[in-house]
């Protein structure tokens, strides 16, 4: 997919399928299969490097992760995540996110809404496409308290939905959604021109993102109740990855039993 694509998407109501990636043999079988986006997620923190949350991640690794992704990959968009700490301010934005484009990004990903205003204004300025990231937010996961499914009350839920108009009048380009629950995420769907995409959101957001080990049941601990192994029924990745595409272009996965 296109970047200038994107929206066409949403218009069409087709869905957007986005995996994870950190790898060139990964990347590229995605790419062969037709997912529309892939993600070089700061989760290699937790499925790559075994720690316990993405904290520890760097810009380096991060790079290093970028460039071997984007050698293999011919059509889908392809998203790097900013780590910890890599936007704190908006010059450390900008050059931070350049060396991810010039890694090979199409697109940076970074988490939170109002207080990176100036982050936002920076990269909209130098023309680099952003994705938000709002819900659960894994670099916040100390102040969050853990892994929790956020927007449950009326004032987080509309803190979200305040947060996500800010980011589209930013020019963000889309929004990722993570754990939140599935009416708060479709209402956001729904006032919002630019897709999101949803892990742990329900089925109404306008398109879906796993963590690649998640969905073919590679697991060094916890797994969320948003996670379906699609290997279990597969004979390789390759069906495993297709049957993703189709369970979510056709609005089978995510089911309720994948939603808060
Ligand atoms: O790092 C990551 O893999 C992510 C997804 C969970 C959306 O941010």
Redesign the pocket.
């Known amino acids: 997919m296109k970047l200038s694509e994107l929206n066409s998407f949403k218009v069409k109501d087709e869905k957007i399928t986005c995996l994870?990636a950190y790898d060139a043999s990964f990347a590229k079988l995605f790419d062969d299969c037709g997912v529309d986006a892939i993600?070089v997620?700061?989760?290699l923190g937790n499925v790559i490097q075994g720690s316990e949350n993405?904290l520890g991640v760097t810009m380096g690794d991060m790079i290093y992760h970028t460039q071997a992704v984007a050698k293999s990959v011919k059509s889908a968009l392809l998203i790097a995540?900013m780590p910890y700490r890599s936007y704190d301010n908006a010059e450390q934005t900008l050059k931070n996110a350049q060396s991810l484009m010039s890694a090979g990004a199409q697109m940076v990903?970074f988490e939170g809404g109002a207080e990176h205003e100036a982050s936002f204004k920076i990269l909209q300025e130098n023309s680099i496409p952003v994705c938000g990231?709002l819900g659960l937010q894994?670099q916040s996961v100390i102040e969050m308290g853990g892994y929790k499914v956020q927007g449950r009350d009326e004032s987080s839920a509309q803190k979200i939905l305040d947060d996500a108009l800010l980011l589209e009048s930013l020019g963000v380009s889309v929004l990722?959604l993570?754990c939140v629950p599935a009416q708060l995420a479709a209402k956001i769907s729904k006032h919002l021109t630019i897709p999101t995409i949803g892990?742990g959101a329900g089925v109404n957001c306008d398109g879906q993102?796993l963590?690649s080990y998640d969905m073919l049941g590679i697991n060094t601990g916890r797994v969320p109740k948003f996670v379906k192994n699609f290997l279990i029924e597969s004979n390789n990745i390759t069906t495993a990855v297709n049957e993703f595409i189709r369970s979510v272009k056709t609005q089978e996965f995510p089911t309720d039993q994948h939603s808060y």
């Open positions: 994870t993600l997620g700061d989760s993405t995540d990903k990231h894994p990722v993570e892990i993102v963590v």
